[in-house]
Structures are given as structure tokens and as C-alpha cells.
């Protein structure tokens, strides 16, 4: 769990983060979303201590995060940034042993976990291990970045705007991979982006900020269906809105009995998306399928009476 106590940054006669606050509870993925300037990026530092606030306190599972040495801390928390970060004349398998290298890990654990890790991301480990970063694709550069962020082991991750150099079908892809390795390590994820979109799909819980002050934190349907102020009303956008919320609608929820031809769509897909591709396709209606089982069928009409009711 992270609590952010009344935390401010001044710099100078510029007060770039004012008195926030907020929780986030152990396992989840919470989302700072802002503009530009908006201090997102210096309120999520102060937690892993890039940042000192000026005033308020950071506190991880109830302890002061102030209670260690700054270093030891960060050893402590993973961190990825956009543009990945990666040391370029190190390999792959040097960049995801950095900080357990430095934990004083052995070498058969460390070579284990780099190995472990590509694993994870797809990346088979005797033709990547070697590599230089330059020796990457931009997707694959990201990946290592997380992964290297996740090499030892950390119960947080901290992540600034990592897909935001990332083309929309690579993007996508990495989004995913960082939902499937949350739900499956439980990591606790704090996420800068100033991507309304990205946030919706990625968080437990969003954060808006603007001027430095945080303006709404809830989960994303309230978000999307109670805006607090005219800022985050026009950050969600008034056209998309139900369209938002129909991606937090999974389809196979709203499957209904009966057949329908065509290939089916996975019941992991969202509703929004489900509506797009039987737009696209020209179909009426799609099976729905589940573990390659089929378990029903969604109607176009019902996903649109559905999007024109946003409330």
C-alpha cells in the first residue's frame, strides 16, 4: 500500500504539486493523468524519492518512505520511463541484472532471472541475452526496460509514460503485457501518462491532475460517469464518453444464449471493441467464445442501445 499524505513541491515561487493526497492499495494499478505541467510526474517521484516534497509524507505499507537511505529505497521499487533507459553498451542480459547486481545477487540467480524474464516477454532468451539495446526493435527496447524495472523482484512499480514512444499496435501489445504480468505478480503500479485512454484501460483507479492539485481519484467508471469539475469532463470527452465505457465492459459478459454465425469473438475482448469489429465486418451478431467454447452470442444493436445510455 502507498499513501501520499498532503504532499507539496515548491520550486521556488512555483508550486507544482499542492497538497495531495491519496491511497493506493497494495496489488493495484492506480493511474496519474494530467496535461503537461500538470505535476504528475513529480508527485509519482516523490515516492521512490527523486523527488523530496517540500511538505506532506510518503508512506509504503505505514512506513515513512524517508526511513531508508534514498538508494536502498529505489533498489526497492521498479522504474521505467518512456524511451525505456536502457545503458547502451550493455547487453540485454546486463540491463535486466542492474539492480540485482547490485542487491549482490549470485550469478546463477541473476542469469536465471534475466532468463525468466524474457521468457515472460516473449523474448527468447539464447538469441537476446547477448544483444545491444540498438540491436532492438523500439517494442523490445520497452520490454527489456520493464523488465529490467522488475528484475528484482519489487513489490512496486513506478512507470513514466513508458509506451508513450510506441506506435498504437506495439502499444497496445506492451499494455497488455503489463496488465497480464500485474495480475500474475500482484505488483503494485503507479502509471503517469497524459493518455485519458491509456488510463481507463490500465488503471484500478484514476488520478487527475491539473495545476498541480488533484482533482478526482476514483475508479474508472465514476471517472467516466461523474466527472467532479469541467476539466476532467473535457479530459474524458464528451463524444467518447460512452464509447469509454463501454471499454470497461468485458464482451463475455454480455453474452446471451443463442447461436450466431461467424468467427467468434474471445470473451476477454472488450464491448467497445466487440462493437467496432462487428461494425467493420458488417455483422449483425457474433458468437461469443471462452476458452475456445463457445458460450453465446452478443448483438450489435444491443452494444449500441448500450453506448447510447453512458449513465
Same mark, same amino acid.
Given at each position: 500500500?502507498?499513501?501520499?499524505?498532503?504532499?507539496? &513541491?515548491?520550486? !521556488?515561487?512555483?508550486?507544482?504539486?499542492?497538497?495531495?493526497?491519496?491511497?493506493?492499495?497494495?496489488?493495484?494499478?492506480?493511474?496519474?493523468?494530467?496535461?503537461?505541467?500538470?505535476? &504528475?510526474?513529480?508527485?509519482?517521484?516523490?515516492?521512490?524519492?527523486?523527488?523530496?516534497?517540500?511538505?506532506?509524507?510518503?508512506?509504503?505499507?505505514?512506513?515513512?518512505?524517508? %526511513?531508508?537511505? %534514498?538508494?536502498?529505497?529505489?533498489?526497492?521499487?521498479?522504474?521505467?520511463?518512456?524511451?525505456?533507459?536502457?545503458?547502451?553498451?550493455?547487453?540485454?542480459?546486463?540491463?535486466?541484472?542492474?539492480?540485482?547486481?547490485?542487491?549482490?545477487?549470485?550469478?546463477?540467480?541473476?542469469?536465471?532471472?534475466?532468463?525468466?524474464?524474457?521468457?515472460?516477454?516473449?523474448?527468447?532468451?539464447?538469441?537476446?541475452?547477448?544483444?545491444?539495446?540498438?540491436?532492438?526493435?523500439? !517494442?523490445?527496447?520497452?520490454?527489456?526496460?520493464?523488465?529490467? %524495472?522488475?528484475?528484482?523482484?519489487?513489490?512496486?512499480?513506478?512507470?513514466?509514460?513508458?509506451?508513450?514512444?510506441?506506435?498504437?499496435?506495439?502499444?497496445? &501489445?506492451?499494455?497488455?503485457?503489463?496488465?497480464?504480468?500485474?495480475?500474475?505478480?500482484?505488483? *503494485?503500479?503507479?502509471?503517469?501518462?497524459?493518455?485519458?485512454?491509456?488510463?481507463?484501460?490500465?488503471?484500478?483507479?484514476?488520478?487527475?491532475?491539473?495545476?498541480?492539485?488533484?482533482?478526482?481519484?476514483?475508479?474508472?467508471?465514476?471517472?467516466?460517469?461523474?466527472?467532479?469539475?469541467?476539466?476532467? &469532463?473535457?479530459?474524458?470527452?464528451?463524444?467518447?464518453?460512452?464509447?469509454?465505457?463501454?471499454?470497461?465492459?468485458?464482451?463475455?459478459?454480455?453474452?446471451?444464449?443463442?447461436?450466431?454465425?461467424?468467427?467468434?469473438?474471445?470473451?476477454?475482448?472488450?464491448?467497445?471493441?466487440?462493437?467496432?469489429?462487428?461494425?467493420?465486418?458488417?455483422?449483425?451478431?457474433?458468437?461469443?467464445?471462452?476458452?475456445? *467454447?463457445?458460450?453465446?452470442?452478443?448483438?450489435?444493436?444491443?452494444?449500441?442501445?448500450?453506448?447510447?445510455?453512458?449513465?
Amino acid at each position: 500500500m502507498i499513501e501520499i499524505d498532503a504532499v507539496t &513541491k515548491v520550486y !521556488g515561487e512555483a508550486t507544482v504539486v499542492d497538497s495531495v493526497s491519496m491511497m493506493v492499495p497494495s496489488g493495484t494499478i492506480a493511474v496519474i493523468v494530467g496535461t503537461s505541467g500538470s505535476g &504528475k510526474t513529480t508527485l509519482m517521484r516523490t515516492i521512490n524519492r527523486l523527488v523530496e516534497p517540500t511538505s506532506g509524507a510518503v508512506r509504503i505499507d505505514g512506513e515513512d518512505n524517508r %526511513a531508508l537511505p %534514498a538508494y536502498q529505497l529505489r533498489r526497492r521499487i521498479g522504474y521505467a520511463i518512456q524511451g525505456h533507459g536502457l545503458f547502451p553498451h550493455r547487453t540485454v542480459a546486463q540491463n535486466i541484472g542492474t539492480v540485482p547486481s547490485l542487491l549482490g545477487w549470485d550469478e546463477t540467480r541473476i542469469a536465471r532471472r534475466v532468463d525468466d524474464l524474457l521468457e515472460l516477454f516473449q523474448l527468447e532468451p539464447g538469441a537476446f541475452r547477448e544483444r545491444m539495446p540498438h540491436e532492438l526493435s523500439g !517494442g523490445q527496447q520497452q520490454r527489456i526496460g520493464v523488465a529490467r %524495472a522488475l528484475a528484482a523482484e519489487p513489490n512496486i512499480l513506478l512507470m513514466d509514460e513508458p509506451f508513450g514512444a510506441l506506435d498504437p499496435i506495439i502499444r497496445a &501489445k506492451a499494455q497488455d503485457d503489463l496488465l497480464a504480468i500485474q495480475a500474475r505478480f500482484g505488483t *503494485t503500479i503507479v502509471l503517469v501518462t497524459h493518455d485519458m485512454e491509456e488510463a481507463i484501460r490500465l488503471g484500478h483507479r484514476i488520478a487527475v491532475m491539473d495545476a498541480g492539485r488533484l482533482l478526482q481519484y476514483a475508479e474508472p467508471a465514476d471517472i467516466i460517469a461523474r466527472p467532479a469539475t469541467a476539466f476532467v &469532463k473535457e479530459l474524458i470527452g464528451a463524444p467518447e464518453r460512452p464509447f469509454r465505457l463501454l471499454s470497461l465492459v468485458r464482451v463475455g459478459d454480455l453474452a446471451e444464449p443463442g447461436d450466431a454465425p461467424g468467427e467468434p469473438l474471445d470473451a476477454g475482448l472488450s464491448a467497445r471493441d466487440a462493437l467496432a469489429e462487428l461494425l467493420w465486418s458488417g455483422r449483425v451478431a457474433a458468437p461469443v467464445a471462452r476458452d475456445g *467454447t463457445v458460450v453465446g452470442c452478443v448483438q450489435r444493436d444491443a452494444l449500441e442501445r448500450r453506448a447510447a445510455r453512458p449513465s
